[in-house]
């Protein structure tokens, strides 16, 4: 009877832990080579390692789960677990995101990593609780700049252009005030768009130029890294509550962490990239920043007036 009654159990003890054990779900619109695509492979192994295997994430690349706004959306319904999106997309969600995505707010990439550690940068996670997702962790995702067929070296470049921009209403904005004319595209869509002539020029990190393949129809880098606005991993708000203490400590000490390794990568991957667009006839443009910084001023004199978005600009112009 003891011999019949110890595979049962054994059996028992491994269906009970198979039960126990959780996929989650995380979509990303980026490449393979993207370092944030990277730092999520980092965040998983973490994941799964400090949980013992009970907690496991599954990536989607490539925009295999739909657009960004697709899956920010999926993650808000809880049709997906988590996602990571481009931070000026956040304020169509929640407001109070759009602080990260005032021009000129950030005063370098070194500014803008301390931040992304510092407790308000947590504060701003947790922003949106009770619109169905919170914020796991920031990523860095550079310094973003307009690229198009012809250089831009001042504002007045930008005349009657059409810009390619998330779909932000503060991105938006600052094209307006810029003198351009803001066209929301689905980020895999600006490689035909470009191409096609439906818009004119787009803006974002030397990353997203060369791995996006963007260069081939771009050959016009301007360098006024009008934002700096950091992408970050939403988590849904659903999924948060059906996980233990336990594993959401799991999960925030590993997106952490994994935060300081896609640091890494990002600083030697957009190097690499820099050199690849150089290598495929890109040409860098060097710009006035204070023309720009003076068209767009407006922006932070008016973010200034919500008291949500004035307390976030205070924590982060405080930061040395």
């Given amino acids: 009877m003891k011999n019949l ?6 059996a028992t003890l491994f269906t009970n ?4 054990a959780k996929t989650l779900t995380l979509g990303h619109a980026m490449s393979l080579d993207n370092a944030a695509h990277k730092g ?8 799964k390692e400090k949980s013992n295997g009970e907690l496991t994430v599954k990536i989607f690349p490539n925009a295999q789960l739909g657009s960004e706004r697709d899956q920010a959306e999926q993650v808000v319904t809880g049709a997906i677990d988590m996602a990571k999106i481009n931070g000026s997309l956040a304020e169509s969600f929640e407001p109070t995101f759009k602080v ?8 370098s990439s070194e500014h803008m990593r301390s931040f992304m550690r510092s407790d308000a940068a947590e504060e701003l996670l947790n922003s949106s609780k009770g619109k ?16 198009a067929k012809k250089p831009i070296k001042t504002p007045d470049d930008l005349a009657g252009l059409k810009i390619r921009v998330p779909e932000s209403p503060t991105m938006m904005k600052m094209i307006s005030l810029l003198g351009a004319k803001a066209t929301p595209l689905p980020f895999t ?13 787009a803006e974002n990190n030397v990353s997203s130029l060369v791995e996006m393949r963007h260069s081939e129809v771009a050959k016009f880098y301007s360098m006024d890294q009008h934002t700096m606005s950091p992408d970050l991993i939403i988590i849904s708000e659903n999924t948060w509550a059906n996980l233990s203490e336990k594993e959401r400590k799991i999960m925030k000490e590993a997106a952490a962490e994994s935060l300081e390794e896609e640091i ?3 600083d030697k991957t957009e190097n690499a990239n820099i050199e690849k667009a150089k290598k ?3 040409t860098f443009v060097e710009v006035d920043k204070a023309k720009f910084q003076e068209k767009v001023k407006p922006m932070l004199d008016d973010a200034k007036k919500d008291p949500k978005l004035s307390y976030f600009i205070d924590k982060i112009q405080a930061i040395k």
């Fill in 100 to 107: 990260i995505s005032i021009p000129f707010l950030f005063r």
């Fill in 189 to 201: 869509e600006v490689y035909t768009g470009l191409q096609q002539g439906v818009i004119d020029a």
């Fill in 280 to 282: 495929m006839g890109v």
């Fill in 5 to 10: 009654l110890l595979p049962l159990a054994i």
């Fill in 17 to 20: 832990f198979s039960a126990s």
């Fill in 40 to 47: 999520m492979v980092i965040f998983a192994d973490k994941v």
């Fill in 264 to 266: 890494k990568i990002w």
């Fill in 132 to 147: 169905g997702f919170i914020g796991l962790t920031f990523y860095d995702s550079g310094s973003r700049s307009f690229y």
